[in-house]
């Protein structure tokens, strides 16, 4: 069982490219989440998926879109990268969308815009 | 604003002692409450959770504590390790809010281990 899984580990872009990070999850969750985290800070919600076909902005959503796939991934975009979205990028995932559940991350994405 | 904040960033415990990390709520009607570890280079990873109808739960060496009195929070780790060295955060649910938008994370505490 893996749980969740998210490529690339490690990606440098410049100002201006576009990438996607890829995040899958193999637990049969329903909902999926992405959270960016900077250092001294807490993570921070960026868009969230509460069931396949839905997703939705989180608290700092500008400059990204996401892909719910299907069930088991939800991909983020970042259309054209800027210095400010260097950051370290977390997926995760809960059995449904519910306030009683814990989140499952995975390992995350070391994301550098130059 | 509302926020989850911690006393103390970082913590440094004898291998062996207890530790104890705090976290401060400012929302009186959050009802749900997580701690998370993260060691360096990998994700959170869920410690122990607690609802606001209890004051205290207990897992493996971990316990929490909640006061709603005084909207505090804390995890304490019996006879500390090596391997407990990590970043430690408190979360919050917060009711009213849309679904995901309701769990909010605080800036995290380093708990480090003297040999």
């Known amino acids: 069982n893996a749980g969740v899984t998210q490529t690339p580990k490690f990606q440098v872009l410049k100002t201006g490219q576009s990438m996607t990070l890829q995040c899958a999850q193999d637990m049969n969750h329903n909902s999926m989440y992405w959270y960016r985290q900077d250092p001294g800070m807490g993570l921070r919600l960026i868009y969230y998926s509460a069931s396949e076909g839905t997703t939705d902005k989180g608290e700092v959503p500008n400059g990204y879109n996401v892909s719910r796939l299907n069930k088991r991934e939800f991909s983020l975009r970042l259309e054209s990268a800027a210095p400010s979205q260097t950051s370290v990028y977390f997926c995760a995932s809960s059995p449904w969308d519910s306030n009683n559940s814990p989140l499952h991350f995975g390992n995350g994405t070391r994301l550098t815009v130059t | ?115």
């Open chain 2, 1 to 115: 604003g509302e926020s989850v904040g911690l006393h103390l960033p970082t913590l440094s415990v004898q291998e062996g002692d207890n530790s104890i990390i705090n976290c401060a709520y400012s929302n009186s009607a959050s009802d749900y409450f997580i701690w998370y570890k993260q060691e360096s280079g990998k994700g959170p990873q869920f410690i122990i959770d607690i609802r606001s109808n209890m004051d205290k739960r207990q897992g493996q060496r971990v316990t929490v504590l909640l006061n709603k009195t005084v909207k505090h929070l804390s995890l304490q780790i019996a006879a500390t390790q090596p391997g407990d060295s990590a970043v430690y955060f408190c979360a919050e649910s917060r009711p009213g809010y849309s679904s995901a938008s309701k769990i909010i994370f605080g800036s995290g505490t380093r708990l480090s281990i003297r040999p």
